[in-house]
C-alpha cells in the first residue's frame, strides 16, 4: 500500500500559468481532501470530495478547480498562477466523509515568481 | 465558528527534557480532538486523538487529555528524544462543523542532543 501519493514533488511557475496537482490513493476510501499549508496559519481546505462525482468548495477555494475523476484520484488544478499561491500542498483521504482520522501525502512545494 | 489556537513556537529543548504543547479550542457542539505530527519533508500523520470528554489520548509516549472545562487538549511527553523534532499540529473535527477538520497553526519542536 502506497497510501496517499501526490506528484509533482516540487514545482516553479511563473505567474499566469497553469498547472495541475496529482493526487492517488489506494485506500478504497470514498472522501478525498485538497489543504493548503502556509507559515502561521496551519492548513487550510481548498476543496473537498465526499464520495466519487461530488466536489465542494472549502475555505479557501478562489483559484482552483479541481476534478475527482474516480474514486482513486483527486486533482487541483491552478488555472493562472499568482504569487499568492505560492504555498505546500497536501492531499488528503478519510474513508467516508464522517470518519475522524485522515491520511495525508507527502505535498507539493510550489513557488510562484 | 470553529477554531484551534496552539502556542507558538519553535520550541528549543535539549533531549530528555519534558514537553508541553498547548492548545486551545472553540467548537459548537461535542468535536474530537487531534494531535498531528509533520516530520521533516513528510506528510501529517495522527499521532492521537480523543473523542469525548475526559478521554485521554497517546501514542508514543505522548500524551493529551481533552478538558471540556477549559477547551484545552494539550500535548505532553515526559522525556523527549532527538528523533521528536518535528512540527506537530492540534486539530478539531465536529459534526456542527461538516465534519470538516480544523487545524491550528503547528508548533515546531526542537530537540538538541
Known amino acids: 500500500n502506497a497510501g496517499v501519493t501526490q506528484t509533482p514533488k516540487f514545482q516553479v511557475l511563473k505567474t499566469g500559468q497553469s498547472m495541475t496537482l496529482q493526487c492517488a490513493q489506494d485506500m478504497n476510501h470514498n472522501s478525498m481532501y485538497w489543504y493548503r499549508q502556509d507559515p502561521g496559519m496551519g492548513l487550510r481546505l481548498i476543496y473537498y470530495?465526499?464520495?466519487?462525482?461530488?466536489?465542494d468548495k472549502g475555505e479557501v477555494p478562489n483559484g482552483y478547480n479541481v476534478s475527482r475523476l474516480n474514486k482513486r484520484e483527486f486533482s487541483l488544478r491552478l488555472e493562472s498562477a499568482a504569487p499568492s499561491q505560492t504555498s505546500v500542498y497536501f492531499c488528503a483521504s478519510t474513508q467516508v466523509r464522517t470518519q475522524e482520522t485522515q491520511y495525508f501525502g507527502p505535498g507539493t512545494r510550489l513557488l510562484v515568481l | 465558528g470553529n477554531s484551534v489556537t496552539q502556542m507558538e513556537g519553535p520550541v528549543t529543548l535539549s533531549e530528555e527534557a519534558f514537553l508541553t504543547i498547548n492548545c486551545t479550542y472553540t467548537a459548537t457542539g461535542y468535536p474530537s480532538l487531534f494531535w498531528y505530527v509533520q516530520y521533516p519533508g513528510e506528510g501529517l500523520q495522527l499521532l492521537l486523538k480523543a473523542t469525548k470528554a475526559d478521554d485521554k489520548g497517546s501514542n508514543k509516549g505522548f500524551e493529551a487529555t481533552y478538558r471540556k472545562e477549559t477547551t484545552s487538549f494539550h500535548l505532553e511527553k515526559g522525556s523527549v528524544q532527538v528523533s521528536d523534532s518535528a512540527v506537530y499540529f492540534c486539530a478539531l473535527r465536529s459534526g456542527t462543523g461538516g465534519f470538516k477538520t480544523i487545524f491550528g497553526a503547528g508548533t515546531r519542536l526542537f530537540v538538541k542532543a
Open positions: 470530495s465526499a464520495s466519487e462525482g461530488t466536489t
